[in-house]
């Protein structure tokens, strides 16, 4: 076996997010099938004439072959296979994947196989790029990749007696992932009443294929409040099982890098591949 020149391997993977590198070269944050997250160096990204910076941004799908470095993987070639560029027309959905993005970053173990997770993330920015309802889009996609990771919510069943729970008339731990009956519910501290309807969405959500759950009509106010559920539901598994403080306002902050994106593109309309 010839020792002297690196493995390189070829893999699909998702840009989660990049860092810089010294003056021209990133850090790049990528969700593999295979490999999970992997961290990668990307050099002279910043100069003019970079092949490989278009290819970087965070939600584009590309092929990458890696040559092994000695700490990090170096990127030595990048096959764009979809940038989403719909996504950048509209900051709802932007925000929208930035959060996905967050999420599957949040949730992923670095160098593991994490194929589940990888569809779930891929077919969210499918969706949110073609203009599926970004709430839709949102909840279901929180809801496989907690089933991807283990962490299925208990939508259903007691968590407490194990009996079904009638949905008017449940109460909801977001820290435990799921409901209580009433009987169990006085004896345990620091659980709410949930919204009925609120409920009964997320059990469609959570059993029904994604085309099914597209027919159930969302208003503003039941969108919001399905929302602070699953986002109190996400930060509490993404706390404890990842210890990572910084969740806290994901959305918030994806927002804001939502916005700084739009910027970007609006001050450089040709921007995108090259
Ligand atoms: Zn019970």
């Not at 990749?145 to 731990?173: H, K, N, Q, Y």
């Not at 620091?190 to 009925?196: E, K, L």
Request: some cysteine; overall charge neutral; aromatic content about 4%.
């Amino acid at each position: 076996m010839p020792g002297r020149p690196p493995r390189v391997t070829k893999t699909e993977a998702i840009v989660l997010r990049y860092r810089r590198l010294g003056d021209a070269d990133r850090i790049v944050s990528l969700l593999t099938p295979h490999r999970g997250k992997i961290d990668v160096v990307a050099r002279g990204v910043l100069r003019a004439r970079s092949k490989l910076a278009g290819h970087l941004e965070p939600g584009t799908r590309l092929e990458v072959a890696l040559a092994a470095g000695r700490s990090m993987d170096i990127v030595t070639q990048a096959q764009g296979l979809d940038s989403f560029g719909a996504l950048r027309d509209d900051l709802d959905r932007l925000s929208a994947a930035m959060y996905v993005l967050e999420l599957a970053d949040r949730l992923t173990v670095e160098h593991a196989d994490a194929h589940g997770l990888y569809g779930h993330l891929h077919n969210a920015l499918i969706r949110l790029a073609r203009g599926d309802g970004h709430h839709l889009v949102v909840r279901t996609y929180e809801l496989a990749i907690l089933d991807a990771t283990g962490f299925r919510p208990e939508f259903t069943v007691c968590l407490g007696c194990g009996e079904p729970v009638e949905a008017s008339r449940a109460w909801w731990s977001a820290i435990e992932g799921g409901v209580y009956c009433s009987d169990c519910a006085g004896r345990r501290p620091g659980i709410s009443p949930i919204d009925g309807t609120v409920l009964k969405v997320l059990r469609a959500y959570q059993s029904q294929p994604y085309e099914e759950a597209g027919r159930i009509r969302l208003s503003d106010d039941l969108a919001a409040r399905l929302e602070a559920t699953m986002h109190a539901l996400m930060h509490a598994v993404v706390e404890r099982e990842i210890g990572s403080a910084r969740f806290i306002s994901a959305t918030r902050r994806a927002r804001v890098n939502a916005e700084a994106v739009l910027e970007l593109a609006e001050a450089d309309p040709g921007g995108g591949d090259q």
